[in-house]
């Protein structure tokens, strides 16, 4: 079984910047991709970008340009840079990660805010 433990929500102003990590407990041949999904209030979750082990990302529209993920193997960490961020980016962010045989595991989430 794995854990993923997300940290460094917080609040912050329009236009600052803040930095996502999430720690994957087990194995680490345990988890494929990793990646990090939000879900503000009264809205569906989505995904907002996800790496796969050999580095391949894949982002939401609305974060490309802005948010750079990342991920070190050796630790099983996977890491969300979030610059320029906007009242809209407000939302709970969960860490998810793949196993290799298509289980998806959930983090507990860390709330984001950003105030204008």
């Known amino acids: 079984q794995v854990q993923l433990v997300e940290s460094g929500g917080g609040l912050v102003q329009a236009g600052g910047s803040l930095r996502l990590s999430c720690a994957a407990s087990g194995s680490r041949f345990s988890i494929n991709a990793l990646g990090w999904y939000r879900q503000a209030p009264g809205k569906q979750r989505e995904l907002v970008a996800a790496i796969t082990r050999g580095g391949s990302t894949n982002y939401a529209n609305s974060v490309k340009g802005r948010f750079t993920i990342s991920r070190d193997n050796a630790k099983n960490t996977v890491y969300l840079q979030m610059n320029s961020l906007a009242p809209e980016d407000t939302a709970v962010y969960y860490c998810?990660?793949?196993?290799?045989?298509?289980?998806?595991?959930w983090g507990k989430g860390t709330l984001v805010t950003v105030s204008s």
């Open positions: 998810w990660g793949l196993s290799p045989v298509g289980v998806d595991n």
